[in-house]
C-alpha cells in the first residue's frame, strides 16, 4: 500500500505543479501555524476557527496541520497523495464554508464583502492531479519508489 502512495516518475512539469501548490500552502500554514507572513500564528487562528467560524477544535487543527505539514510534505515531495489530499480536503470545507456564498468570481474590485471560490476550483484541481500523478521529479517519493530503492543484491566475492 505505501508502494502505491509513493508511486510516481520523474515528470518535470508535476514537480513544478507540486513545488507551486507546496508553497503556496507552506506560506498559508505557516500563517497559521506560526505567525510568519503576517499571520495570527496557532493561538489567534484557532480562536479564529474555533470561535468566529464555529469549527470543532479537532477540524481547526487538522486544517491549520493541512496547510503546514502539506505545504512542506509537497515542498519535499513527500507521501505527496496524502499531503495533496489534506490540501484537497481543506478547500473543499474553505469553498462550503466560507467562500462559497460570495459566488464564483474573486473580489478584484473590493466590490463584494468577500472572495468567491474562482482560486479555489485551480488549487483543488492541482491537488485531485497530484493525487492521481504523484510527486514527479525531485522528491523524495521519487528517490524512495525508484527501482534501485525496491531491491538488494547480494555480492558474493569470489574465493581466491
Given at each position: 500500500?505505501?508502494?502505491?502512495?509513493?508511486?510516481?516518475?520523474?515528470?518535470?512539469?508535476?514537480?513544478?505543479?507540486?513545488?507551486a501548490?507546496?508553497?503556496?500552502?507552506?506560506?498559508?500554514?505557516?500563517?497559521?501555524?506560526?505567525g510568519?507572513?503576517?499571520?495570527?500564528?496557532?493561538?489567534?487562528?484557532?480562536?479564529?476557527?474555533?470561535g468566529v467560524?464555529?469549527?470543532?477544535?479537532?477540524?481547526a487543527?487538522?486544517?491549520?496541520?493541512?496547510?503546514?505539514?502539506?505545504?512542506?510534505?509537497?515542498?519535499?515531495g513527500?507521501?505527496?497523495?496524502?499531503?495533496?489530499?489534506?490540501?484537497f480536503?481543506?478547500?473543499?470545507?474553505?469553498?462550503?464554508?466560507?467562500?462559497?456564498?460570495?459566488?464564483?468570481?474573486?473580489?478584484?474590485?473590493?466590490?463584494q464583502?468577500?472572495?468567491g471560490?474562482e482560486?479555489?476550483?485551480?488549487?483543488?484541481?492541482?491537488?485531485?492531479?497530484?493525487?492521481?500523478?504523484?510527486?514527479?521529479?525531485?522528491?523524495?517519493?521519487?528517490?524512495?519508489?525508484?527501482?534501485?530503492?525496491?531491491?538488494?543484491?547480494?555480492?558474493?566475492?569470489?574465493?581466491?
Amino acid at each position: 500500500m505505501v508502494r502505491k502512495l509513493i508511486a510516481t516518475n520523474k515528470d518535470v512539469a508535476t514537480t513544478i505543479l507540486r513545488l507551486a501548490l507546496g508553497v503556496i500552502f507552506f506560506a498559508h500554514g505557516a500563517q497559521k501555524m506560526l505567525g510568519w507572513f503576517g499571520g495570527y500564528g496557532f493561538t489567534g487562528t484557532m480562536g479564529f476557527f474555533t470561535g468566529v467560524l464555529h469549527i470543532p477544535p479537532v477540524f481547526a487543527f487538522l486544517a491549520i496541520a493541512a496547510e503546514f505539514f502539506g505545504g512542506l510534505g509537497l515542498i519535499f515531495g513527500l507521501l505527496t497523495r496524502v499531503a495533496a489530499f489534506g490540501v484537497f480536503c481543506n478547500m473543499i470545507v474553505a469553498v462550503a464554508m466560507v467562500h462559497s456564498r460570495f459566488g464564483f468570481w474573486m473580489n478584484w474590485t473590493g466590490a463584494q464583502k468577500g472572495e468567491g471560490y474562482e482560486y479555489h476550483v485551480l488549487l483543488l484541481a492541482a491537488s485531485a492531479f497530484l493525487m492521481i500523478r504523484g510527486a514527479g521529479a525531485a522528491s523524495i517519493d521519487s528517490l524512495l519508489s525508484s527501482p534501485a530503492s525496491n531491491r538488494i543484491e547480494a555480492r558474493v566475492r569470489p574465493q581466491a
